[in-house]
């Protein structure tokens, strides 16, 4: 009799961004990953049985499924691995599931099927956080959590203790070097080139993005190759190695703009089909392009895969630029919120089994609290009722339709408005967005008359030429000006006094 087992870890993103410390962001991320690889393979040392490769179907990007050969063997994980977990990383909850391989669920297919079931039932049922404290027990500054050691003047919770020590007992500090060594693709990569506080990433200004980029249609897939094993382990892992790759060629189209010996970049999620980065604000687009071109070439492997159709996959991204001050937590729900809306934007009106193009959406956070995604647009990208500023998403090798744009059309357009005579352009379109907001007809003037006067004609017009979207029977003119100045604003100011 075979068991299939199943655990995801939940709480991920609140785990990894409780603080806005760069180091136990990273160390945090680190200690996700090994749940799934080295820290599962520990239980079966522990339990006295034996681990099988061939056995474990998927182990990444917080995920495990394994066929274990008998009850007892499947049990004494499942007694130990909850609790080893909570131990291992506190303030994670682990979620388990498993299914008897006999009957209805003899087939891998609806064996699966019933094992995600089970998983998304216990995902509901509450379990008592390991990091509960009486209220006159001590509490960290930046968490909130109770104290359990003193680094310092460092009031330490015990989450976060995990996040920077291998070891609490000697206080070992945590390297956090697989996870850059992985993305990077630099088996030598050493302690002075990864960064390990914020200002090790930003450079002219104080501008950092955070980039969430997921695969496209992976539900589907899965569904149509989880029917046999040997096929979803093979296209699991295939796909693993994919992304890593991609995240290898973004990580060396961008390397030759680091001026400083610590790489601007660091990997927080990095398995599956999903990456999350934070890296400088201005090599942002670059390295997050060339990751999905690279993404969707070295997934041709699906071709091998006939009944899926498709002979590559795509994905979509959002960027989130923010100050290196801002919370961490909410640069990363914006730039999946982006993500998302990128995903809905590259599905509409698709044919059946057509592949959604590869595309990406980004904004700049200007205010100093946030807010819903809605009430973003709705604040900043909307002067009026029929206008609007949200001309994203930008596509990455093949436009949607002609109503959208390239990315590389965004950032050649950008980089003219470099150099003094871009600076008088850019003050003229910073103008006129402020007109629409407060009188249109006075804004319809300044525009015939920067048009008049202007050496860079061609690139106000492109700007201020208007595209009609339609969206629940409302017609709205949507105006690329806005992401147009978002992205040489980032590319090219100055605030800091030391890169002058």
Known sequence: MKYLYGAAVQGIQNFIFQTNKLKEIIGASELVEEICTSKFKQMFEQTGNTYVESQCILHAAGNLKYIFDNKEECASIVRIFPKTVQEFAPGITLSQAVVEMSGEFEKFESAVDELENRLRAQRNKPMRSSTLGLMGVERSRQTGLPVVSYDGSNHIDAGTRAKLYVDSGNQSKRTTLSLCRRAFGMSDISDGQIAYDIENITQKNDWVAIIHADGNGLGRIVQAIGKNQTDFKDFSEK???????AAVDAFKFVKDRFNDTRIPI??????????????????????????????????????????????????????????SSFPFYYGYSLAETLCTQAKKDAKHYLADRELPKSCLMFHKVQDSFTQDWDDIVERELHPSDNVSFM????????????????????????????????????????????????NPEMAKQKMRRVLSITRMKN??????????RRENSVVTTTYPVYDLLVVNTINNQITKEDAQ
């Not at 796909?239 to 790759?245: H, P, Q, S």
Request: net charge negative.
């Open 266 to 323: 660091r990997p927080i999620v990095l398995g599956g089909d999903d990456l999350t980065v934070i890296c400088r604000a201005d090599i942002a687009l670059d390295y997050v392009s060339c990751f999905i071109k690279s993404f969707e070439t070295q997934t041709k492997f699906v071709k091998n895969y006939p009944n899926l159709g498709y002979d590559k996959l795509s994905a979509c991204a959002g960027i989130a630029y923010i100050k």
């Open 239 to 245: 796909l693993d190695a994919a992304t890593t790759a």
């Open 459 to 468: 690139v106000v017009e492109k700007a201020t030429t208007g595209v009609e």
């Open 391 to 438: 001309f994203g998403p930008y596509y990455i090798n093949e436009k949607k339709n002609g109503n959208r744009w390239l990315v590389d059309e965004l950032m050649d357009l950008a980089q003219k408005l470099d150099g003094a005579d871009g600076n008088v352009t850019k003050s003229h379109l910073r103008q006129w967005i402020s007109l629409l907001y407060d």
